[in-house]
């Protein structure tokens, strides 16, 4: 059964750092692109980064760029989104998100995923 499973989340100050982790199967994992979008109270969900399966290339949303890094580590089956610099504009709910023919550059673009996770909460206060 495939799964992404996602921790890491919680409150922090602004200015603060957090690391969310994707733990997913390895047929998944290695099979398939990988990334995060999130959704705060009252918006749609929005794409935040995305690492590819072929060569770890990543691509970031332009509000992250800086301050996230999105990685994978192989041996784990798990993805990760180091957060900086936190802003309370990023408090939301992150999902983990995988897809097998996507391209990592279109992800900011309106299209499903094949799998989601279900989510953990970012709560950034200021």
């Known amino acids: 059964q495939v799964q992404l499973v996602e921790s890491g989340g919680g409150l922090v100050q602004a200015g603060g750092s957090l690391r969310l982790s994707c733990a997913a199967s390895?047929?998944?994992?290695?099979?398939?692109?990988m990334g995060w979008f999130r959704q705060a109270p009252g918006k749609e969900r929005e794409f935040v980064a995305a690492?590819?399966?072929?060569?770890?290339?990543?691509y970031y949303a332009d509000f992250v760029k800086g301050r996230f890094t999105i990685s994978r580590d192989n041996a784990k089956n798990t993805m990760y989104l180091q957060m900086n610099s936190l802003k309370s504009e990023d408090t939301a709910v992150y999902y983990c998100?995988?897809?097998?023919?996507?391209?990592?550059?279109?992800?900011?673009?309106?299209?499903?995923?094949?799998?989601w996770g279900k989510g953990t909460p970012v709560t950034v206060s200021s």
């Open positions: 690492i590819s399966r072929a060569d770890g290339s990543t």
């Open positions: 390895g047929r998944i994992f290695r099979g398939y692109n």
């Open positions: 998100a995988a897809d097998s023919t996507r391209l990592i550059g279109t992800w900011d673009l309106p299209g499903g995923m094949d799998y």
